[in-house]
């Protein structure tokens, strides 16, 4: 209310209610802190090396680095990201459970 100048919320609400929809509008995804067209060509969208079988098996880290500080994965790795962890706990929960098991008949 103080940034808006305003002393109560109904007033509030009709300063935002009479803003034009384009002008109070931001999506709910995530925007990178640059502004401007500051991606790289081959990251800023489909590009040729994600059909080849080299592109098939590059992707990116799931968390921001030095490089890449700012999130720009498309479908396949938010869908593969998710599926690899996955994947990466079980096997280390069967590894443990296998080591557990020896243990059992060892000292038994």
């Known amino acids: 209310m103080r940034l808006l100048g305003v002393s109560s919320r109904v007033e509030a609400a009709r300063l935002v209610a009479v803003e034009p929809v384009g002008a109070t509008y931001q999506p709910l995804i995530y ?38 500080p700012y999130n720009n994965h498309g479908r396949r790795e938010r869908l593969l990201w998710p599926v690899l962890i ?16 020896g243990l059992g008949e060892m000292l038994s």
């Open 31 to 68: 925007q990178p802190p640059q502004l401007g067209d500051s991606l790289p060509v081959g990251e800023t969208g489909l590009a040729s090396a994600e059909f080849s079988l080299a592109g098939l098996f590059r992707i990116g880290l799931p968390f921001p680095t030095r490089s890449r």
């Open 86 to 101: 996955a994947f990466g706990t079980i096997m280390a929960f069967a590894a443990l459970y296998s080591v557990l098991l």
